[in-house]
Every structure is written in C-alpha cells, then in structure tokens.
C-alpha cells in the first residue's frame, strides 16, 4: 500500500536535464521573489498547457476531430483582473471564459453583467455560438 522510499527518491539524469533546461527557460540564471510572473508562467504551462496538449495529441491519433480553443479576451471585468494582477501581464486565466458562457451565480462570483460593454456582449455571443455549435454539430465552426 505504501511506496518504496528508494522509489521517491529515484532520478533520472535525462529528468535532471529536463528540469535544467525548464529552469534555464522559465527563469534564466536565478530564481528569486521578482520571478512571479515566470512562475506563474511554468506552473500554468505545466498543469494547463502540457497536458491539454498531450490529451489532444492523444485523441487526435483516433478518427475523432479535435479542437482546441486558448481564451484571450480581457477587459476589468475577467477573473485574471483581481486585485494585485493588473499590470503583470498576466493574460486570462483559467476559467475566464465561464462568465462569457454561462450566468454565474453573484453568491460565487458577482460578475458585473449590467456593465458589459459591447466588446463583452459579442464576445459572450461568440463563445455561446461556438459552444452551442460544437453541441449540435460536433463542430465549433461548421460549414453552412
């Protein structure tokens, strides 16, 4: 039921290379407190786009079509917009697109519907069709 203790401390020289060069990439020749961005960078790289990437790959290998949409409108009204983001340059964050698919309960997150500017407005109805469309076609942008 328990692991090895020798099998937690197992490395690999090709996983010691691997980790080096991800360091290198993600924060040059130091790490310290001014690396939040980069950071923030590696682990949404690492437990967003790595493994949607390789799930895709996957599925591709079949004779399913596979799509994949990366959210990157933002304006004040994105979650990614908290305070203490602003400036950073953080982009949208995961989940951002929720607001613009679905009425969000103000109990969880109060969303400021009545203030959404038209960008807001077409962008929700973007995503919407593009949902709407891969739930009845099986395809987010099917030929007419």
């Given at each position: 039921?328990?692991?090895?203790?020798s099998?937690?401390?197992?490395?690999?020289?090709?996983?010691?290379?691997?980790?080096?060069?991800?360091?290198?990439?993600?924060?040059?020749?130091?790490?310290?407190?001014?690396?939040?961005v980069?950071?923030?960078?590696?682990?949404?790289?690492?437990?967003?786009?790595?493994?949607?990437h390789?799930?895709?790959?996957?599925?591709?290998?079949?004779?399913?079509?596979?799509?994949?949409?990366?959210?990157?409108?933002?304006?004040?009204?994105?979650?990614?917009?908290?305070?203490?983001?602003?400036?950073?340059?953080?982009?949208?964050?995961?989940?951002?697109?929720?607001?613009?698919?679905?009425?969000?309960?103000?109990?969880?997150?109060?969303?400021?519907?009545?203030?959404w500017?038209?960008?807001?407005?077409?962008?929700?109805?973007?995503?919407?069709?593009?949902?709407?469309?891969?739930?009845?076609?099986?395809?987010?942008?099917?030929?007419e």
């Amino acid at each position: 039921m328990f692991v090895q203790k020798s099998l937690l401390n197992w490395t690999d020289t090709c996983d010691v290379k691997y980790a080096n060069m991800a360091k290198h990439f993600y924060f040059g020749d130091k790490l310290d407190s001014e690396d939040l961005v980069s950071y923030l960078n590696f682990g949404s790289d690492a437990k967003f786009l790595y493994p949607t990437h390789k799930y895709m790959n996957y599925m591709s290998s079949s004779q399913v079509p596979v799509y994949n949409y990366r959210m990157s409108f933002q304006d004040n009204t994105s979650f990614s917009f908290a305070t203490g983001t602003v400036g950073l340059g953080l982009g949208t964050v995961h989940g951002d697109e929720l607001p613009y698919i679905f009425k969000i309960d103000p109990s969880y997150y109060d969303v400021p519907y009545a203030g959404w500017s038209e960008d807001n407005l077409r962008h929700s109805h973007r995503m919407c069709q593009l949902w709407a469309n891969f739930a009845k076609f099986g395809n987010p942008t099917p030929e007419e």
